[in-house]
């Protein structure tokens, strides 16, 4: 249940059929969040950029979830999705949005919206 709740979330706000998609997100934002909560609950932490073996599956979570992150804004800048989502409505708007700009305001919605989600819908 809770990986047809993410599909109908992502399909909603972005117009993307995750499972016709090769991206595997569920995973990425599962260990994204585990990472943060890690962190959030240790008094001794090593930075990101010491090779540790949860360092390294947290940036290729992060990997995996900036290249969905690129094929969802070049598709719609493309207008390969069309209708009302989130991202259209943003690249509608007047400001001249930056890809990368584009890219923090999904990342930080997505993962706030899948943590909702629960294990047992």
Request: with cysteine.
């Amino acid at each position: 249940m809770k990986h047809l709740t993410l599909n109908i979330i992502v399909d909603a706000l972005f117009g993307v059929d995750l499972s016709t998609e090769d991206w595997d997100l569920e995973p990425a934002f599962k260990r994204i969040l585990a990472h943060f909560e890690r962190i959030s609950q240790t008094y001794l932490y090593l930075p990101e950029w010491i090779p540790t073996p949860e360092n390294r599956a947290y940036r290729r979570a992060i990997n995996t979830l900036d290249s969905a992150v690129e094929k969802l804004i070049a598709a719609h800048r493309a207008g390969d999705i069309d209708g009302p989502t989130v991202l259209n409505y943003l690249l509608e708007s007047d400001r001249d949005w930056e890809t990368k700009d584009l890219r923090d305001e999904i990342v930080t919605l997505l993962p706030s919206v899948v943590s909702r989600i629960p294990e047992r819908c």
